[in-house]
């Protein structure tokens, strides 16, 4: 039977170490979430990020924006929040409305308060191999694998899902960790072949239970990335994963969802804005501050 690995003690783990450095700073860390419409999921993980933030000693503000916004208002909302020295992270809480460009947005906020770590120059250090602040969910991925003490240098990893949210970032952290990464998509013939070849698997396809037991290599640790609401009765939405529960049978040891990768996400993001908080604008990444 898998070993669980709930995401509570390790999250709760790097919400401490976040609450001890935000406390030696001479003033709190301030995160601007910026949220556009009012999609239910986006309104509840922004309120859920707000309310970790205060309980971590960081200030932090809501701005809500219409969801016919025009882009000019939301990237002049950005230059504010660039410009403001009691910012130090900045979150644009994604998918936005479809009439709006995220590239441009996730451009214009300043790599050093970039805190989702999306940047085009982020996302280049980390590839590079660089300092520089990393996604909230692989970097949640990498802390929850280091709570529990699970190999990753040299191991066999496959990544399904090549997003850049979290598979390609994925991909890049675990290739800095020195392991072997695939990363397999909607286009890999044969998805089983490669999953089975997986010491350690990562899931992260937005399919409810799209990897079975027969697709698991007996042992491997397996983390499910997915979040999926699936209809048990109608209006009845409960999350289920991309992992199918029969896998615990297999699997040396299992992320829960949800439970488990998600509130890795949030206690990165706070983490994330006490580094940008720590490191002076433009000194970021000379003092090796970030990881
Ligand atoms: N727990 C957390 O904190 C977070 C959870 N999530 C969840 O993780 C999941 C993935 O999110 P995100 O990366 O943004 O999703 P995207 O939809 O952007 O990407 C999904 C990826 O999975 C691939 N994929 C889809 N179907 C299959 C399939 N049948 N076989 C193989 N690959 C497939 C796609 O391939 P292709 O590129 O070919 O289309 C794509 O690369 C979602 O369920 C999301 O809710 C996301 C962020 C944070
Ligand atoms: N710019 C941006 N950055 C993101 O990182 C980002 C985003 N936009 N848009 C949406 C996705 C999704 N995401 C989640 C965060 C926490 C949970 C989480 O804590 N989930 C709980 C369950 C919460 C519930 O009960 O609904 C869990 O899995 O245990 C889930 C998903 C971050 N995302």
């Not at 409305?97 to 996730?106: C, S």
């Not at 451009?107 to 590839?127: F, M, S, T, Y």
């Amino acid at each position: 039977m898998a070993r669980p690995l709930p995401g509570a003690p390790a999250a709760q783990a790097l919400l401490a170490e976040a609450a001890r450095r935000a406390g030696r700073l001479a003033a709190p860390p301030g995160l601007a979430l910026v949220r556009v419409g009012d999609d239910p999921a986006s309104v509840a993980y922004v309120r859920g990020k707000a309310r970790k933030a205060a309980e971590v000693g960081l200030r932090s503000a809501v701005h809500a924006l219409p969801e016919a916004a025009p882009q000019a208002e939301l990237l002049a909302l950005l230059g504010t929040l660039n410009a403001d020295p009691a910012v130090h992270g900045i979150l644009v809480q994604l998918p936005l409305p479809p009439h709006l460009d995220p590239e441009p947005v996730l451009g214009a906020i300043l790599p050093e308060k970039d805190v989702d770590g999306l940047h085009p120059v982020n996302i280049g250090r980390l590839w590079a191999g660089q300092p520089g602040l990393r996604p909230c969910t692989p970097a949640g991925v990498m802390a929850l694998l280091a709570f529990y003490g699970l190999p990753v240098a040299g191991q066999r990893a496959v990544i399904v899902g090549r997003s850049a949210l979290v598979g390609r970032p994925l991909a890049a952290l675990l290739l800095n960790a020195n392991a072997t990464v695939t990363v397999a998509h909607s286009r890999t013939p044969d998805l089983g072949a490669v999953t089975r070849e997986a010491e350690l698997l990562i899931v992260a396809a937005g399919r409810a239970h799209l990897i079975t037991p027969d697709m698991v290599r007996p042992g491997a640790t397996v983390i499910d990335v997915g979040i999926n609401r699936v209809a048990d009765a109608p209006g009845q939405g409960r999350l289920t994963g991309d992992v199918h529960p029969d896998v615990a049978a297999v699997a040396g040891a299992l992320t829960p969802v949800p439970g488990g990768v998600g509130p890795m996400t949030v206690a990165q993001l706070l983490m994330n804005t006490v580094l940008a908080a720590e490191a002076p604008a433009g000194q970021e990444g000379r003092g090796g501050r970030f990881r």
